[in-house]
């Protein structure tokens, strides 16, 4: 049983569910800027491993449940949202606006920190408002994954057009979407883990590394929102230097061809989160340094 992963064709009923599985796995492994930026940004903001994998969990199951009624919606013949222009970029905005929301309440929660310099203890905030803040920040990664989820690309090209069309009746057209989402979400659950531990292990006070955290995810979503929100405005206004990009040649779906995508998801991961990350641990350090300890 031949697998391909870059243009496959009518399968099996087994080839085509394990097609579907294994193009999810590289969609959640390659950079996208779907996934890696907003898992990245809510995972770090957790500062734990649990709160990680939760926040990538999160993210990657309201993923799974839109590819798995897009995949359904398309074994029905109502995929036509598929073919309208300029969906990339509408959604790029609205991401975006989200994204910047993200921001804003990982702000809210920066201003809630409790930490010592100096000798001073300083607090601000109510409990409450605390409290109300961070049930939302955990169920943002949700909206955003349902949502980022109806963006169209190769993959949602190759799930739609030719995985889902092939199953056998309606009770199974939502099958391929759905394990294409667990692929994803097992490479992305992981990845949060990854983001939440990375926060945590920053050999400072738990009062610091929660400061980091928030620091570092305050700014990857409000950065990565503006990034966004721009993109998105500039697909609509010239569409034709927006879907610029360079051809690789390498036959792997997000990696084939470089442009905008590429650009937001390495972008906003590497040149803002990690970069805040690295930014902010070094002046909590020297911080700590420049600290009398505390008698």
Request: hydrophobic letters at 50%; one cysteine or more.
């Amino acid at each position: 049983m031949a697998i391909d992963l870059w243009n496959p064709g009518h399968l099996e009923f087994g080839a085509t569910l394990l097609t579907a599985l294994l193009l999810g796995l590289v969609h959640g492994i390659t950079p996208d800027e779907h996934t890696w930026p907003i898992t990245f940004s809510y995972a770090i903001g957790g500062y734990s491993t649990r709160a990680g994998l939760k926040a990538g969990l999160l993210f990657s199951l309201a993923f799974t449940t839109q590819r798995a009624l897009g995949s359904e919606l398309a074994w029905l013949g109502l995929s036509h949202w598929m073919s309208l222009p300029n969906l990339d970029s509408v959604l790029y905005v609205v991401i975006g606006v989200l994204m910047l929301a993200g921001g804003v309440l990982m702000a809210r929660q920066r201003q809630a920190v409790h930490w010592h310099l100096l000798g001073r203890c300083l607090t601000s905030g109510t409990p409450e408002s605390t409290q109300r803040t961070q049930r939302w920040v955990v169920w943002m990664p949700a909206v955003h994954g349902f949502i980022a989820g109806w963006g169209f690309g190769a993959f949602a090209l190759i799930l739609y057009g030719t995985l889902a069309p092939s199953m056998p009746s309606a009770a199974w057209g939502w099958v391929p979407g759905a394990l294409f989402g667990l692929g994803t979400t097992l490479v992305q659950a992981a990845a949060g883990a990854s983001f939440g531990r990375m926060a945590a292990q920053r050999q400072l006070t738990p009062d610091a590394v929660r400061a980091i955290a928030l620091a570092t995810a305050t700014r990857t979503l409000v950065w990565g929102g503006v990034a966004y929100a721009v993109a998105g405005l500039f697909g609509l206004l010239a569409p034709d230097w927006a879907d610029f990009s360079v051809d690789t040649g390498i036959k792997v779906h997000n990696l084939a061809h470089l442009g905008i995508p590429f650009l937001l998801a390495v972008g906003v991961v590497v040149g803002v989160g990690f970069s805040s990350l690295w930014l902010e641990t070094r002046r909590w350090r020297l911080r700590s340094a420049e600290s009398p300890p505390s008698p």
